[in-house]
């Protein structure tokens, strides 16, 4: 090769900046994509690192173990060890014990105790009290501070004294927010918070008293990471149940698992769609310079050395696209948080993130080139003989010689796959999700050539062989769509592509975002009622139907409070492998249950007297190797049942009512003592006068006001909700822009062809028409197309990466087909209109 | 010595529907140094033939040979070689890159030959004022007159001193008076620097300066005048 780098480094940029404007509208498209790709990623980083915060909040540290034991010494000797690595620990003891008010002659209640040390706890969020003061001062050896649900039992007000065991503790304050209420070991019930000195000296901590230990830890910089560090917790405490805040809460967990997943997607999406505008916009521009390549080769340049020119150009544009594409993002990164702000009173702190940014023009550059790879190669194919004869006759070649010529583009389109797979894959951090898209972006290509090679064909055949008679002007429309030079079945495929596509953006975005909304409710139980008797049940019932602010019935859980005796007649032994605490039952299969082996127990196992049948939760038998197929034996109130395990299940929607591992079939847990757990909804502000009723008429009943830490949950998802509906509505614009601009780009081929008709008596009216039902035509099929490819890969989007469900949406298909139908119009005649004024003997005299 | 040879040169287009014969057998010789004017109607043929001496296209059946090169069977890239060394053409439209300057224009071939930016620069703009237009240089094509822009295309062509130029109705978008002196210029070039002229053309009076006439018809040469021995003096 003659051609040095610089040279055609010289050349390229000659040629763009003289095409400045025309290359805008390229640049634009790599900038969408770009800027789509960092400002979602930038974004999903900032917001990621918010939600673990969030997370991190909910667990009041970066990792918990929990375990029921007191730690030996060994143990405490390896969390110093761990402590002096960077991983600071503090101790929170959970336990249950009576409490009683010196200041009144009141019943006593069983309160839930924690203790804790005010000068760690907690590593993250903030507990508020009322009167607000620091937690240090408010924990003395002599002092406590109460939830407002104990104080109320006790009849009892800030300022009076509870006496706990052996120690009379002063109330000085009461709990306004307790950052990691939800992830409390025993049942959050009325809760008492206490130093450890003022524990010590309650007398309640003896050898074999039943206390729940969990300790928090914090990862200070030099820490290792934190799987290394929960593997060293695991070694220390191999009795403890480890989790570290990525695990904080199932609504955080998955929503921001899902929310991840799907935003890498679309910001893959968005590129792609870009991408596939610079693709179209390279492939018209290197028409429009098809003269100037001939000229080039016939002065000696051969095609290696022109492909070097234009190659060069690609990289100056994509670069150009990509750093405009990084403002654009930042932008997005910028405006967000004010959103943030807006709707959810959250101070939230976004960084730029200079990795997000390089990555998102690296791959701008790298897919830009991708997609410009074909209309490149097939620079190899632009005859010199062209400018001798611009209406040469085209030999129709043998399909061996078309398969030989086909080798080059098969391989481009094979490396432009594989490239986009690899890219999903990484963006995604996952091999699955990038073969699940370069597959479904295969499968769309070629379904998308077949139908457009078929429709053409169809016309033609239709047009040629027809008796009816057709207005000429939509003849002629029909007609251009095959006639040698259109492009209509790469536009077909490339806006095809860009509906399926933008589609799947919003048909995804609208079942994740359902889900995900799902999960949190707006209607979900923010009051619990604890300890409710089979007799109370329809009473309760009724003074809830009648109360005040109450959002929706309620519902009661049955509960058995039972030990796990034997499996398969053999004892559990160690610690580890016991099972003690409260089973339930359920009639059929509920919706929010997901079988995950065996299966569930039909209406025969419904029936009076049927044999006590199983389903346990999947996490459990797996700790307690239980399989179908096997004979529990369990222990409730004194009696022994055995019961054969027929499925093992997960809970598929997030549940605010208690659960429970063991499930049984109603039969299973007749004549046993059970209570219930109900759960309601009741209006925040009113949730104060509900609990007084309540207690008044069923003292025994516990009721727990869960109403702030659930808001913190519902706040989560509805910010996972916002961003996913807010850069979806991004990436669907840029996508619509630059499907608008596909069209756009083939205006430079109507110049010539507005100019003849004008030239043989054709009228503006005549010209818009006939172009019009080209656009149109176009539109429909694309739009059809990418409404039906957009639908079937929706579905697996959801089904196989997201793990959600999928509802096919009609309206959403139908409402594509005609709004890109008129997309396509528009988008033709704000491009071309200019056309319609062009004076013929301009563009004859230049022929 | 022939500089250029062809031998029963034939070019049919099939189109799948139609059989196109733009050539039917054409034996062709040039010696070195002669200016040949191949005339014919509309669809003679004769466009299509300089294009295959060019190497701008390849025949159907039948071998070429210029200065020295069978050009017959070889690819588009060595062709493309063969057509920046030996080769330099004039198109009837002038064919100038409309991005680029007259000088960057005069300046294409040279760069895309490999040869140094700064020597190239001062040749190409040598070259703009022997065709009268050393005040053009920074003009791009769409600033410039018709007949301009065939200088510059002429210039152009001269860049990397070919032993051939083709023209190919280098006139036919000229009025008569630039026509003339496009005429003029190929013709002085082509005797200063030796070079042999094979110009295309339904224009009988360019023809009166050239030392032999071919003329075509439906893809055959029906005449050949030789009007002045190849290499004889010149007035």
């Known amino acids: 090769m003659n051609l040095s780098l610089r040279t055609a480094a010289r050349i390229a940029w000659r040629e763009t900046r003289s095409s400045m404007v025309k290359f805008l509208f390229v640049v634009l498209a790599v900038a969408a994509g770009v800027g789509a790709l960092s400002g979602v990623r930038g974004f999903s980083e900032s917001f990621h690192g918010m939600l673990t915060a969030e997370a991190r909040t909910v667990m009041a540290g970066d990792l918990l173990a929990r375990q029921f034991v007191m730690p030996s010494a060994q143990q405490t000797a390896a969390l110093d060890a761990l402590a002096a690595r960077g991983v600071d620990y503090t101790w929170v003891t959970e336990t249950v014990s009576m409490a009683a008010s010196k200041s009144n002659d009141g019943t006593p209640v069983l309160a839930a105790l924690k203790v804790v040390d005010p000068s760690k706890y907690p590593y993250y969020g903030e507990m508020k009290l009322n009167p607000p003061m620091p937690l240090a001062s408010a924990l003395t050896p002599d002092t406590a501070v109460a939830g407002d649900d104990l104080l109320m039992r006790l009849n009892a007000k800030v300022g009076d004294t509870v006496r706990v065991g052996e120690k009379d503790l002063h109330i000085v304050a009461t709990i306004a927010q307790e950052p990691d209420r939800m992830s409390a070991s025993l049942n959050i019930g009325l809760r008492l918070m206490m130093s450890r000195e003022a524990f010590a000296s309650t007398g309640l901590m003896q050898i074999g008293s039943r206390a729940a230990e969990r300790y928090l830890f914090k990862l200070e910089p030099n820490a290792p990471p934190v799987d290394e560090v929960r593997r060293s917790i695991r070694r220390a405490l191999p009795e403890a149940m480890v989790t570290d805040f990525r695990q904080s809460h199932p609504i955080i967990t998955e929503g921001l698992d899902q929310a991840t997943t799907y935003l890498s997607l679309i910001s893959l999406i968005a590129l792609i769609v870009g991408a596939i505008g610079v693709g179209m916009a390279m492939h018209a521009h290197l028409q429009q310079k098809m003269d100037h390549i001939a000229v080039m080769k016939s002065l000696g340049a051969t095609s290696k050395e022109i492909i070097r020119i234009y190659t060069i150009q690609t990289l100056m544009l994509g670069v150009m696209g990509g750093l405009a594409g990084v403002a654009v993002g930042r932008g997005v990164e910028e405006v967000f948080p004010l959103l943030i702000k807006k709707y959810f009173s959250l101070n939230a702190t976004m960084g730029w993130h200079v990795t997000a940014a390089v990555q998102g023009i690296g791959i701008g550059v790298l897919t830009t080139l991708l997609f410009t790879l074909p209309p490149l190669l097939a620079i190899r194919k632009i005859r010199p003989a062209l400018i001798l004869r611009r209406d040469m006759p085209e030999a129709k070649l043998s399909w061996k010689r078309r398969l030989t010529d086909a080798r080059s583009a098969l391989a481009a389109g094979g490396a432009i796959l594989i490239g986009i797979g690899a890219i999903a894959a990484w963006l995604a951090g996952s091999a699955r999700v990038g073969g699940y898209f370069a597959g479904g972006l295969t499968t769309s290509l070629i379904a998308l050539a077949c139908v457009a090679w078929l429709l053409l064909r169809l016309v033609r055949s239709f047009l040629e062989g027809t008796r009816w008679r057709i207005p000429s002007l939509m003849r002629q429309g029909l007609a251009n769509l095959y006639r040698q030079g259109n492009q209509a079945q790469a536009i077909l495929v490339a806006l095809g592509l860009g509906v399926m596509f933008t589609l799947t953006v919003y048909m995804v975005q609208d079942s994740l975002v359902a889900q995900i909304i799902e999960t949190a409710p707006p209607d979900a139980p923010n009051v619990f009622l604890v300890g409710v008797t089979q007799a109370q049940v329809g009473a309760l019932k009724e003074l809830i139907a009648h109360q005040q602010g109450v959002l929706g019935a309620p519902t009661f859980v049955p509960r058995v409070a039972s030990r796990l005796v034997s499996v398969n007649g053999e004892v559990p032994v160690g610690p580890r492998f016991r099972y003690a605490g409260n089973v339930m039952w359920e009639g059929e299969k509920p919706d929010y249950v997901r079988v995950v082996e065996g299966a569930w127990w039909n209406s025969s196992a419904l029936q009076k007297g049927a044999a006590p049948v199983v389903s346990v939760g999947v996490e459990t038998a797996k700790r307690l190797k239980i399989h179908p197929g096997d004979t529990i034996e369990m222990e409730a109130s004194g009696k022994r049942f055995q019961a054969r395990v027929v499925a093992l299940h997960e809970w598929e929607q997030r549940r605010f009512m208690p659960t429970s591992s063991f499930v049984f079939n109603p039969p299973g847990l007749a004549d046993l003592p059970v209570s219930f757990d109900g759960g309601v909804r009741v209006e925040p502000s009113l949730v104060a006068a509900f609990q007084r009723a309540a207690f008044e008429k069923f003292p025994t009943v516990t009721v727990v006001n869960i109403a702030d830490a659930l808001q913190i949950a519902q706040q989560v998802v509805d910010q996972i909700a916002l961003v996913i509906r807010f850069l979806s509505g991004f990436a669907i614009l840029a996508g619509a822009i630059i499907l608008a601009a596909s069209i756009a780009g083939t205006r430079f081929r109507r110049v010539r062809e507005v100019v003849i008709l004008k030239t043989l008596g054709g009228t503006k009216r005549h010209i818009v028409r006939i172009f019009s039902v080209e656009f149109l035509t176009l539109g429909v099929v694309a739009g059809l197309m990418g409404g039906i490819l957009a639908t079937l890969f929706s579905g697996i989007v959801l089904r196989r990466l997201l793990n959600a469900q999928f509802q096919f949406d009609p309206k959403a298909a139908l409402s594509a087909i005609v709004l890109t139908a008129l997309l396509a119009n528009a988008s033709g005649w704000l491009a071309s209109f200019r056309i319609l004024r062009q004076k013929p003997l301009e563009v004859l005299r230049e022929e | ?235």
């Not at chain 2, 152009?156 to 008076?177: C, H, Q, W, Y």
């Open chain 2, 1 to 235: 010595m022939a500089i250029i040879e062809a031998r029963a040169l034939t070019k049919i287009i099939d189109t799948g529907t139609h059989r196109v014969e733009i050539l039917r057998g054409v034996d062709f010789e040039v010696p070195a140094g002669q200016f040949v004017a191949i005339m014919g109607a509309s669809g003679s043929g004769k466009s299509t033939l300089l294009g295959l001496l060019a190497g701008l296209d390849t025949p159907t059946s039948g071998s070429i040979v210029v200065d020295g090169t069978d050009i017959t069977g070889l690819s588009e890239d060595k062709l493309a070689v063969v057509r920046g060394r030996k080769i330099g053409f004039v198109f009837q439209s002038y064919q100038l890159i409309p991005t680029l300057t007259a000088e960057e224009n005069v300046l294409l071939p040279h760069e895309l030959s490999g040869g140094n930016i700064a020597a190239g620069t001062a040749k190409a703009r040598e070259l703009l004022d022997s065709v009268g237009l050393s005040d053009r240089m920074d003009h791009y094509p769409v600033q410039l007159s018709g007949g301009e822009q065939q200088r510059v295309a002429l210039a152009r062509a001269f860049m990397v001193k070919p032993p051939i130029l083709m023209a190919d109705e280098p006139t036919g978008n000229l009025d008569s008076v630039n026509g003339g002196h496009v005429l003029e210029l190929l013709i002085a070039l082509n005797r200063r620097e030796g070079t042999t002229l094979v110009l295309v053309t339904h224009d009988r009076s360019l023809t009166e300066r050239a030392d032999r006439i071919v003329t075509l018809r439906d893809g055959k040469i029906i005449a050949d005048e030789i009007r002045e021995p190849a290499g004889a003096a010149r007035p």
